[in-house]
């Protein structure tokens, strides 16, 4: 099995900044694709960012130029560096990661996700 723990989520003033971290353990042979989404209440997750294990990366219109997204491919590690947050960034941000996980003789690529950390930005 496979377990993502996230971490950094808060409290902070629009304007601020935030670093989300995401750690990927258990039964891992590589990732592809890790990433962060978002679910404000009453709205549908939505992507934040993505990238891949060669370091190509994806965001929202909505969060480019503000939000980095990082990765450290040794340590199954993605962080989310979020600047000048506004209020509209309020929600619970979740940790994704499609995963080659199993056993040395049957390896299969499967989507895991985390449990979600909350992010509140006050105006």
């Known amino acids: 099995q496979v377990q993502l723990a996230e971490s950094g989520g808060g409290l902070v003033q629009a304007g601020g900044s935030l670093r989300l971290s995401c750690a990927a353990s258990?039964?891992?042979?590589?990732?592809?694709?890790m990433g962060w989404y978002r679910q404000a209440p009453g709205n549908q997750r939505e992507l934040v960012a993505t990238?891949?294990?060669?370091?190509?990366?994806n965001y929202a219109d909505s969060v480019k130029g503000r939000f980095t997204i990082s990765r450290e491919n040794a340590k199954n590690t993605v962080h989310l560096q979020m600047n000048s947050l506004t209020p509209e960034d309020t929600a619970v941000y979740y940790c994704?990661?499609?995963?080659?996980?199993?056993?040395?003789?049957?390896?299969?690529?499967?989507?895991?996700w985390g449990q979600g950390t909350q992010v509140t930005v006050s105006s």
């Open positions: 258990g039964s891992i042979f590589s990732i592809n694709a």
């Open positions: 990238t891949t294990s060669s370091g190509e990366s």
């Open positions: 994704n990661a499609d995963v080659v996980t199993g056993f040395p003789s049957w390896r299969y690529s499967r989507e895991f």
